[in-house]
């Protein structure tokens, strides 16, 4: 397709690489979000999202204006009752949760897990019982995107159907990718948005529930206003409409690009994925390069990798990227000197080979250099 704008390769977590056909699908007629046509745009949006991991007749996406932290918010504020919650925390975004429940007082327990090993079911369990409480709900990120570790959510769900405890994911890097399906995970509530695996715009999350469990929030005393998950459900329900302005264009965005995940479908979209990380492992092996999460724990979407040397200047390689239209993310991991690269939305294995070719380069030229300042110091003191 001819495009006059200039295509960016995002190696970055999200918001990740879109389409063309996505991009223009914003330029639409103004219309007001209220009217009766722009809901049916919202209807048909959150009966997809929800049929991508269950049966929309008894589950329901209920969507937000704002980033994915909206969602996980409004999950974690609206949910759990007076009882106590376990968050599993083994990334930047398992400790956001955290963070999340500590600003709303809820009652919960951090269980922590080491940032790049699966997690210790038997442990979780122990932690469970030996609280002392009665555990009602926990917490779990699918994918975190600090590592690239994929998280054990289906065994975690066996053990919370166990244990009568209702399990809130935070699948916001997972969803439309790693194949999912909630009533087989026994995932209670989902969090997930517009700008990752599904190649949409930035500015729509939802929260996936099931429609029972949503209506058992109605007489929670809402802790949030805006984020109150049982409000924003109830007002679609009866209005077909957000309570709030809804981010119009990147509704129309995400419309298409969940066409576009259709015609892909899921499956074959990880397979894509996959192929970009197989290519990206073999050169970062033929580089000398490390990551951080081993194969067997990997969801093959983002890669956690190790500075080469303690020198690395990790901005220096961003810009030299930048310049090339190639975007690459910093680490997000505590003691560690790391770098991520992504390998998710609208760009396939050949991309990742041109990366990987100007990583060469990069690295190559930063060695030269190196020789080159040691050789002059050398001579100076001769
Ligand atoms: C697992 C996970 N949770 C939550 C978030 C937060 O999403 P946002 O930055 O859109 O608020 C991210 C973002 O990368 C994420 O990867």
């Not at 200039?6 to 970055?12: F, G, P, S, V």
């Not at 194949?179 to 990752?196: Q, R, V």
């Not at 030229?365 to 020789?371: D, H, I, S, Y």
Request: glycine fraction near 6%; hydrophobic fraction near 35%; charged fraction near 25%.
């Amino acid at each position: 397709m001819n495009s006059d704008v200039k295509r960016n390769i995002l190696l970055t977590p999200g918001p990740a690489t879109t389409t063309d056909s996505v991009k223009r699908s914003q330029v639409v007629p103004d219309i007001c979000p209220r009217e009766a046509e722009f809901g049916v745009v919202m209807e048909h949006i959150s009966s997809e999202l929800t049929r991508l991991v269950a049966d929309p007749d008894h589950y329901r996406a209920v969507l937000f204006g704002g980033s994915g932290t909206a969602a996980v918010e409004s999950m974690i504020s609206s949910v759990p009752g007076g009882e106590a919650m376990v968050i599993v925390n083994n990334g930047a975004y398992g400790r956001r949760m955290c963070e999340i429940a500590a600003v709303y007082g809820i009652d919960f327990l951090e269980f922590r897990s080491p940032f790049d090993e699966a997690i210790d079911l038997d442990e979780l369990e122990r932690c469970i019982r030996s609280s002392g409480r009665r555990i009602s709900h926990l917490a779990v990120v699918h994918h975190e995107t600090t590592t690239g570790l994929l998280n054990r959510v289906k065994e975690i769900g066996e053990l919370c159907r166990r244990y009568h405890i209702d399990l809130m994911v935070d699948a916001i890097s997972s969803f439309a990718a790693v194949p999912m399906d909630m009533k087989e995970m026994n995932i209670s509530f989902l969090a997930s948005s517009s700008n990752k695996n599904l190649q949409g715009m930035p500015g729509v999350s939802f929260v996936i529930a099931e429609k029972s469990k949503l209506e058992n929030l109605k007489d929670r005393k809402p802790r949030s206003y805006y984020l109150n998950l049982y409000a924003q459900y109830r007002y679609f329900a009866e209005h077909a409409q957000m309570r709030f302005t809804p981010p119009v264009q990147t509704l129309y965005a995400l419309k298409q690009a969940i066409r576009e995940l259709k015609q892909e479908g899921t499956a074959k979209r990880y397979e894509r994925y996959t192929a970009s990380w197989k290519t990206l492992i073999s050169g970062l092996n033929r580089l000398g390069l490390t990551y951080i999460v081993p194969e067997e724990h990997h969801a093959k979407l983002i890669t956690s990798i190790r500075e080469p040397d303690a020198d690395f200047d990790f901005q220096s390689m961003h810009d030299f990227f930048y310049s090339k239209g190639i975007m690459i993310y910093p680490g997000k991991l505590e003691g560690l000197k790391t770098f991520r690269v992504a390998n998710i939305g609208d760009i396939t294995a050949k991309d990742i080979e041109v990366f990987l070719e100007w990583l060469e380069e990069y690295l190559h030229g930063v060695q030269a250099n190196r020789r080159k300042v040691e050789s002059r110091g050398n001579r100076s003191e001769e």
